[in-house]
């Protein structure tokens, strides 16, 4: 019987992370004269996805081909972990550079990834370069060996938002239905209404003779069409035609 020492390899997976976290690696990567490495937090978003929200990095010793962490400063980080409340389980990504090489998995990686893998069931990888190259897999210990290559995603969040707001609200002028949030009502009402969502945005700006009614009144628009069509048009017959027609004998544009 074959063994299979590296495990069954699979792809497939994306695993983000925050922007701030990649700053760090990258920042790191770019400053240092040899690899270097470090550890990070990872947890499970609110969506079920694999989010990498800090990257650490710890004393080390390191050269152009190699890098090892300090125990020492390992158990430091755990206690400070423990101490902070951040759950040790979350204590799940290794990083490392390769420096001015290409981003691959070496032998050297390939251990230690089983190792760190060994020792907590699964963990996260990435090795990345100064040009910026990536890699990123998760190694799995149980119920068995599993090797599965992960695009990485970076997660980038304005810091300023209500600044980005205020100067959208000054000098960008809407018309139409683009000022209704689509995002919320197609997500939630798609169902309700299929016929209203299926075509979009375009369907309340092209087909109802909204080119140039102001987002604020189309809400409005809207807003009393539901409260009209209370069981939205999942049990109606009425086609887009007699849709559209009733739309405009009832709620008629000046």
Same mark, same amino acid.
């Given at each position: 019987? *074959?063994? /299979?020492?590296?495990?069954?390899? !699979?792809?497939?997976?994306?695993? =983000?992370?925050?922007? @701030?976290?990649?700053? %760090?690696?990258?920042?790191?990567?770019?400053?240092?004269?040899?690899?270097?490495?470090?550890?990070?937090?990872?947890?499970?978003?609110?969506?079920?996805?694999?989010?990498?929200?800090?990257?650490?990095?710890?004393?080390?010793?390191?050269?152009?081909?190699?890098?090892?962490?300090?125990?020492?400063?390992?158990?430091?980080?755990?206690?400070?972990?423990?101490?902070?409340?951040?759950?040790?389980?979350?204590? *799940?990504? /290794?990083?490392?550079?390769?420096? !001015?090489?290409?981003?691959?998995? =070496?032998?050297?990686? @390939?251990?230690?990834? %089983?190792?760190?893998?060994?020792?907590?069931?699964?963990?996260?990888?990435?090795?990345?370069?100064?040009?910026?190259?990536?890699?990123?897999?998760?190694?799995?210990?149980?119920?068995?060996?599993?090797?599965?290559?992960?695009?990485?995603?970076?997660?980038?969040?304005?810091?300023?938002?209500?600044?980005?707001?205020?100067?959208?609200?000054?000098?960008?002028?809407?018309?139409?239905?683009?000022?209704?949030?689509?995002?919320?009502?197609?997500?939630?009402?798609?169902?309700?209404?299929?016929?209203?969502?299926?075509?979009?945005?375009?369907?309340?700006?092209?087909?109802?003779?909204?080119?140039?009614?102001?987002?604020?009144?189309?809400?409005?628009?809207?807003?009393?069409?539901?409260?009209?069509?209370?069981?939205?048009?999942?049990?109606?017959?009425?086609?887009?035609?007699?849709?559209?027609?009733?739309?405009?004998?009832?709620?008629?544009?000046?």
């Amino acid at each position: 019987m *074959k063994e /299979w020492s590296q495990g069954i390899q !699979n792809k497939g997976l994306e695993v =983000s992370i925050k922007q @701030e976290a990649w700053d %760090k690696v990258m920042g790191w990567c770019r400053a240092a004269e040899s690899e270097v490495s470090g550890l990070g937090l990872v947890k499970v978003d609110d969506a079920g996805k694999l989010m990498i929200y800090d990257a650490l990095l710890l004393d080390q010793t390191a050269s152009g081909a190699s890098t090892i962490l300090n125990k020492t400063a390992i158990t430091d980080l755990m206690a400070k972990l423990h101490k902070d409340e951040v759950p040790l389980s979350h204590l *799940k990504l /290794w990083w490392h550079t390769h420096y !001015n090489f290409d981003a691959f998995w =070496s032998g050297t990686d @390939e251990d230690t990834c %089983k190792k760190l893998c060994g020792s907590s069931d699964w963990n996260i990888s990435i090795v990345v370069n100064k040009r910026s190259d990536c890699k990123c897999r998760l190694d799995m210990n149980a119920p068995l060996r599993l090797i599965v290559d992960a695009d990485l995603n970076i997660v980038y969040e304005p810091k300023d938002n209500d600044k980005y707001k205020e100067e959208v609200k000054l000098k960008v002028k809407t018309t139409g239905f683009h000022g209704f949030n689509m995002d919320d009502h197609i997500g939630k009402k798609s169902k309700k209404y299929p016929h209203l969502f299926e075509r979009g945005v375009g369907f309340w700006n092209k087909e109802i003779k909204g080119d140039n009614v102001p987002s604020d009144e189309a809400n409005e628009r809207f807003k009393q069409w539901e409260k009209d069509h209370p069981n939205g048009v999942e049990k109606s017959n009425e086609s887009d035609e007699e849709m559209l027609k009733n739309w405009e004998e009832n709620y008629p544009y000046d």
